[in-house]
């Protein structure tokens, strides 16, 4: 009698356990609808993607990253920004991951950097001053303004700074930015001066290498005057940017009321690459141009007037006076 029920006892226990064990499987799997929510969750972005996208966009070496507060000369108040120094370049992006930059300062002729006393604890401000504007900057903190001075004070002044307070691993950085932008500038400079060896004269760059019809050498404020003053002539203009070696398009839309927009056109290799949501890169100028068009399907047209003097632009016709100079021969 005691022998069974030492054996139903046993038999009540193993059956119990597998009941536990099957219950326990139940809860630690999900179910296959479950499953396949948990598997539609978006991918987080990879931080090398972003990385290369950067230096595509930028063509410029990272030296230092981080959250600026900035505050430029048309700014009321300061603007957030994570930001990255590229050769002597700073960019700005609205966060950690955008991979297009909203803004730029090139702080390569940077006269000095001024600190200014803060009210605020933990918190590092000074100032760019540079020939044309001046930049407030303030950090999230000390330890983070002491490294931005010094990164910036390095690749402008190509020196290491002797009166900021950074750990030797951080001064050692230094070091190897200051080598690196050094470098940078020598390979600049040969490529520089080998392009210009290879390039033929003026006269023949126009024939070899020619430019939309909507190509003009105005500036932003010039652009946008040409466009106003003669609608009928198109309503797109490509346009030196503000460096030697990039573009802008200044476009003037009528959708509710007439609206002027810029867009920047970086050279990058042999190629162009428009600043948009989504970046687009093209092979020449022209196809930009074609984008454009076929992208507002025809609503943009390029501003092209017969003669000059149709749109009172200076700028262009000095260039056009430089080129008859050299050959006269041009019509």
Known sequence: MQSGSHHNYKAAMSWKSLRISFCLRRETKPHTKERGMMAKKPPKPAPRRIFQERLKITALPLYFEGFLLVKRSGYQEYEHYWTELRGTTLFFYTDKKSTIYIDKLDIIDLT????????????????????????????????????????????????????????????????????????????????????????????????????????????????????????????????????????????????????????????????????????????NLFSVIDYFVKETRGNLRPFICSTDENTGQEPNMEGRSEKLKKNPHIA
């Open 112 to 283: 000095c950097l001024a600190e200014q006393n803060s009210t605020e604890k933990n918190c590092a401000k000074f100032t760019l001053v540079l020939p044309k504007e001046e930049v407030q900057l303030k950090t999230e903190n000390t330890e983070s303004g002491e490294e931005w001075r010094g990164f910036i004070l390095t690749v402008t002044e190509l020196s290491v700074p002797q009166n900021v307070s950074l750990l030797p691993g951080q001064v050692i950085k230094l070091h190897e930015v200051l080598e690196r932008e050094k470098k940078r500038r020598i390979e600049t400079e040969q490529s520089t001066s080998v392009e210009k060896e290879k390039e033929p004269t003026e006269d023949y760059v126009d024939v070899l290498n020619p430019m939309p019809a909507c190509f003009y050498t105005v500036s932003r404020k010039e652009a946008t005057e040409m466009l106003q003053k003669n609608p009928s002539l198109g309503n797109m203009i490509l346009r030196p940017g503000s460096d030697s070696r990039n573009y802008s398009i200044t476009i003037r839309q009528e959708i509710d009321m007439p609206r002027i927009k810029h867009y920047k056109v970086m050279s990058v290799g042999q190629n162009y690459t428009i600043e948009l949501e989504k970046p687009v890169t093209l092979p």
